[in-house]
């Protein structure tokens, strides 16, 4: 099973999925990658593999998973985050900011 197939699964199986569900339990996840939206000056995660990132990107493109902002306060229940101040939505930052996401399954009607 390759990492987009496991990425899928996991988010099927645990809705509201965070980074940091996917690196503890992602084979192959972890790197040294950053997703991100450089046109706008957000991040949204580092420490991926570029395999990751193109899985998740694949994945959102092709209408399998959906992603969806959350509270900073999700990922420090979760035990990390990025030391960054929190985006407030989609809009060009002059400095960097992070954009706290979870991942949902998409199911085909």
């Known amino acids: 099973m390759d990492i987009k197939d496991k990425i899928l ?3 099927h199986k ?3 999925t965070t980074f940091v569900d996917l690196s503890e339990n992602i084979e192959g996840f972890n790197g040294d990658a950053l997703m991100c939206i ?3 000056n957000i991040v949204l995660w580092a420490g991926m593999s570029e395999k990751a990132v193109r899985a998740i990107t694949a994945l959102v493109q092709g209408d ?4 969806e902002p959350t509270a900073p306060l999700t990922y420090l ?5 990025i030391d960054l101040p929190p985006a407030q939505g989609l809009k060009v930052y002059k400095k960097e900011h992070w954009l706290p996401l979870v991942f949902n399954p998409i199911y085909e009607k």
């Open 9 to 11: 699964n996991f988010v």
């Open 14 to 16: 645990y809705p509201d």
């Open 38 to 40: 450089s046109s706008l």
């Open 64 to 67: 399998k998973i959906k992603v």
């Open 77 to 81: 229940i979760d035990g990390k985050a």
